[in-house]
């Protein structure tokens, strides 16, 4: 039987991280998946959402909840906007309950729906990953990326201390509260430093934009890079992530 | 003037018309538990305190309780005038206080010590409880001392906190000690010996 | 209705005293260290039980049931109270509970009183307003003591001194306490210090002022939980005890205890439970204090619970466990709050109660406080109670929106990008705006954006837009 998914890319990956959004496309169909990338899909409204926007939340909830109608499941690279549709969607708009129950977060899909942690993947980096705080607290995700990661050969997992403390993104609260978003920031640098990972991973583009944005900054070397990406690689394709 | 209490009632009744759904409280946790043996669990636990505790046979209590005493160098002690009789011993100067015969506050603040029984201990938390009841006391007498001394009997100990909660009567004045007074003031890190007793021995008299 | 004192006046907004805060590298350090040490014995003084999620469900549903029918359990407590000679205050504000106790200590004839740590006291300015009407308090916790020799303000609601290290704390025994000018360092020689300045103190007042941890509505009796013994000196020695409590701290039940002193001790300093909890009903003939005062404070309580959202701040046990584990918290301390709640239950709990009171700079602190927060979720995850604390921070930024002007730089913006992203075909042109800012771009990143996005920029490189969105490449090649 195959598996027919609707791939929900979110706003920011579509527009800044194209190659995410087709690594997971990779990833899927080489496990036999089905791939849909249904057009009207813009924007789920978390940021409008937790920054006290709820109204145009709710616009671009139903809008999505529209957007993904018809579809079995709905698979997003993110972890907390698969959280917003998940769990927040219900609250906002009574017309989205029929996508809230069917959206996974990649991990969750592979390794609940799909039951796979080998997904045959290779990528010979030494790697350390930060699990999100929506993808920890909201999706309850678990260890599920870990054990994907632990399953991809090559890679050499290293734990990052105090992994579960928040990286200080936030949404808008990196720009409202730019000082203690960033001693958060730095915090979370300087423990991917000690790792001495080449590659911090993590569910969520939004994370990584900013923890790598500070790595960039200050020339670390250190490269931030979705989880996808990296269970797309194998070993006859390498992930040739180009820009 | 309006009355404060009026109003205030009248706020809350307004505050809540849209009637809040209260589903029924569900008390699925554990009242009580298999603590394994419940007088090693509350020695041991009382001892992480850093309290002393020693398990003593009931009718060598005079013997133990004076050798308690001895090593702590303890010669005025304090204690409710019911206090058992024959716990009472050895070469110290006892002051009983009694409701007919308060003790001052000056008298308790110089005593070395004070003995005392107890109304219930909780092994799970090194818990002891005194509730004003048979050899007890009043608050003051086991607040001032620097050392007090307490018998806890074995069958009044329980392992549970809702185990003891159901042994008490919370209209008789009760106080909850689980060890010697301490402070977590400084760096958030526990260090013992504040305002209260800052040194507690139990005796566990099975 | 006058200033409500739960904020201090003349506080900043977070943003910018969160700035001052993060400067302090001393303050850093302190907070770093101590947050890090409660944290991890937290965690394995819960994991002790096996039924911590049931407690804290069965916390929760005590609490809500508690809110629904305040008024019942209320009016039960004080007839309670009474039955058992106590006397019974309602106050409405803070003005009128500092009224109260003050003419109560003036009853008393007392020029003193001592203190047991209250955060209700605290919230309504009490000192200051006894210092007016010419009576010293004098704070008896080792941590407000601190505080209130150093002439200094609050930073966690359990350990108020928390950003204080011994070295300082050293410093401000020496140059305070008569008998302390050789003092050491050393934790158990601080603590040495407090008992010696504070034992006369005790042995002498005439009235004490403690708040409550809870008041059992069935049996009238009051509940207070801590650890040096101050307390129990203060609720046993004098011959008045006035009990200032907020409205919310009342329980059904005398069994209810065995929830809450389960949760609370654990939760707080992670002890298998605190050293002393007292327990007293009205007065006892013989023992402990022979006039005994409820003062029952609202204080903006019955606001907050008319927000359907934002009531369950009132389950709040004051654990501070939420502090503890907060990475703004830990970063900024809590004096940035502006408020004697600081920390994730302070950024719910200051707006709720100070609303309609707010001046100015107090509407821009309290607008401020719910975005205090990155919605990490961490508080959640341990509040004894399962506030969702995330959840009202976002209602309360819900609300701050709601009271903007139309024409708000950042409610414009709002309205623009969902304008933009509620339609697939103004995204994708969107999209293609967004691609010149490639000029910008060296090595595939933009490091500087004028303002406002120079707040990102400032710290943080931004990805240059690539030359295809995701979105183009599926229509090129799967159209
Ligand atoms: S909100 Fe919850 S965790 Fe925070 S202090 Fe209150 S009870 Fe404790």
Partial sequence: MTTRVALMATCLTDTFYPDTARAVVRLLERLGCVVDFPKGQTCCGQMHYNTGYRREAATLARRTAKAFAGHDAVVAPSGSCAGMVRDLYPGLSRLTVGVADRTYELSEFLVDVLGVTDVGAYFPHRVTYHPTCHSLRVLGVGDKPLRLLRAVRGLELVELSAPESCCGFGGTFAVKNADTSTAMLADKMRDVLDTGARVLTAGDNSCLMHIGGGLSRLSTGVRALHLAEILASTEEEPWAATP | ?206 | MGRNPVTWLGSPAFPSAARTALADVQLRGNLAHATGTIRGKRAAAVAELPDWERLRLAGEAIKDDVLANLDTYLTRLESQVRARGGVVHWARDAAEANAIVLRLVREAQASEVVKVKSMATAEIGLNEALAEGGVSAIETDLAELIVQLGDDRPSHILVPAIHRNRAEIRDIFRATMPHAAQVSDRPADLAEAARAHLRSKFLTAKVAISGANFAVADTGSVVVVESEGNGRMCLTLPDTLITVMGLEKVVPTWRDLEVFLQLLPRSSTAERMNPYTSVWTGVTPGDGPRAFHLVLLDNGRTATLADRVGRQALRCIRCSACLNVCPVYERTGGQAYGSVYPGPIGAILTPQLGAGTDDGPTGKLLRSLPYASSLCGACFEVCPVRIDIPEVLVHLRNRTVQEKPAYDPEAVAMAAASWVMASPRRFRLAQRLLGPLRLLARGGRIRRLPWPASRWTDSRDVPAPPKETFSAWWRRTRG
């Fill in chain 2, 1 to 206: 003037m309006a009355d404060p209490r009026e109003v205030v009632l009248r706020r809350i009744r307004a505050a809540l018309a849209d009637s809040p759904p209260v589903p029924p409280v569900v008390r699925d946790y554990e009242v009580a538990r298999d603590v394994g043996d419940v007088l090693d669990l509350f020695a041991e636990r009382v001892a992480d305190y850093r309290a002393v505790v020693r398990r003593v046979r009931v009718e060598a209590l005079p013997v133990e309780i004076e050798a308690s005493l001895r090593a702590r160098g303890a010669r005025r002690l304090v204690a409710p005038v019911d206090l058992p009789g024959w716990w009472r011993g050895g070469e110290v100067v006892w002051s009983l206080d009694g409701p007919a015969h308060p003790l001052s506050v000056r008298a308790l603040d110089r005593a070395d010590g004070v003995l005392t029984g107890c109304a219930v201990a909780i092994a799970e938390t090194g818990t002891i409880v005194l509730d004003a009841g048979p050899a007890q006391g009043r608050r003051a007498l086991t607040l001032l001392p620097d050392y007090h001394l307490c018998v806890v009997r074995a069958d009044q100990i329980v392992g549970t906190v809702p185990e003891a909660i159901a042994r008490l009567d919370p209209v008789r004045p009760l106080t909850f000690v689980s060890g010697p007074s301490a402070t977590s003031d400084i760096e958030l890190d526990r260090v013992e010996g504040v305002h209260g007793p800052r040194n507690l021995e139990v005796l566990i008299a099975h």
